[in-house]
């Protein structure tokens, strides 16, 4: 077993591991901490008495507590796993009873909203850093998760410019063992960049669905029979939960608002060219946005499979 760095992993690299929140991130980790054996202990809490009921069925946790207060005990390593409207009244019910020197991290879509909610209710003499792992699905809860989601992703990490370094270098060992690429960044910087790679286009498949479904009722159907050219890519990121992406929304307004803004400009430009038939710009945008999907996928971050690797399932006779 190596540390991701290629170094053997001998010792876990933490002793008691606390996630709050045990839903398709908390899980993901739940299962790759227990099978890589990043940490000693798994202790485990969620709001849902049925996902905590669930989280013991699957084996994921060591313990499995009611409430965050009892979780965080002697924890040498806490993450919030909870979404991002949820993470500063968590971070005021765990303060008074985190473990001295213990690293308290979050996995949230949105790293500013965090670190002005969280870090003042945490006490000094715990390390916070805030981490974002941008791996995912459109599905939720524990059954969702599994262990190789951060696998190739990135992790990244916007520790405040005081935090400590050891800390800083521990929690990026935990994500390298875990499978990710760690990246380190400013709240502010993060935010601005997910939201036009991540926060904006969940907002344009929100609301391309959200149009169509209106249309549906006209067309009777017709948007779904036909929804292979196009409009079911959408409906996957649509499909994403909606209390995860309500607090997105709320909690990286500015950012989103100011990427919202250019893209109403490019499209108004898009616009142009249809009404004016400039032939010319609409194929050299798009021989542009074609190049840079053959980069995501040289960069590992996506699928060469045509259509998403559906034809080969299809081919299969399975469904996608
Ligand atoms: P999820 O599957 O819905 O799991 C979240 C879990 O947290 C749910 O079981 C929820 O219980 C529980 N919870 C909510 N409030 C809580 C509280 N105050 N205390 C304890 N448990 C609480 O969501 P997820 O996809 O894992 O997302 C979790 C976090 O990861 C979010 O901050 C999100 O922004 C971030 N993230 C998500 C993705 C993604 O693609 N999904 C990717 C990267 C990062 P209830 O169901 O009862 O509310």
């Known amino acids: 077993m190596t540390d991701g760095l290629g170094h053997p992993l001998t010792e876990p690299l933490f002793d008691r591991l606390c996630l709050i929140g045990v839903g398709l991130i908390g899980s993901s980790l739940a299962r790759v901490v227990r099978h890589k054996g990043l940490a000693r202990t798994i202790v485990a809490t969620d709001a849902s008495a049925d996902v905590r009921r669930r989280v013991a069925g699957l084996g994921l946790a060591d313990e ?87 696998r190739n992703r990135w992790c990244i990490l916007t520790p405040p410019p005081d935090a400590d370094k050891k800390a800083v270098a521990r929690l990026a060992a935990f994500w390298t063992a875990a499978g990710a690429n760690v990246e380190f960044m400013s709240a502010s910087h993060h935010d601005l960049v997910l939201a036009i790679t991540s926060h904006v286009p969940h907002l344009i498949a929100y609301n391309i669905v959200g149009t169509a479904a209106d249309l549906e009722e006209v067309t009777q159907s017709e948007v779904i029979k036909y929804s292979a050219g196009g409009f079911r890519d959408f409906t996957r990121i649509a499909a994403s939960d909606p209390t995860m992406w309500r607090d997105v929304f709320l909690n990286n307004k500015d950012a989103v608002l100011e990427m919202l803004g250019r893209f109403n400009e490019d499209l108004t430009a898009l616009q142009r060219m249809i009404r004016r038939g400039d032939g010319e710009g609409l194929f050299d945008l798009f021989t542009h946005t074609r190049a840079i999907r053959r980069n995501i996928i040289e960069q590992g971050q996506e699928t060469a499979a045509p259509d998403f690797g559906r034809r080969k399932d299809e081919a299969n006779g399975e469904e996608t």
């Open 64 to 150: 499995i507590v009611e409430t965050p207060e009892l979780a965080v005990r002697d924890a040498d390593l806490v993450i919030l796993c909870v979404p991002v409207g949820a993470i500063g009244e968590t971070a005021r019910a765990i303060g008074p009873y985190l473990r001295a020197g213990a690293i308290v991290s979050d996995v949230g879509s949105v790293k500013s909203a965090v670190l002005a909610d969280a870090a003042p209710c945490l006490p000094s003499n715990v390390h916070f850093i805030p981490g974002h792992p941008v791996a995912g699905t459109e599905q939720s809860g524990p059954d969702a998760g599994f262990a190789a989601l951060f």
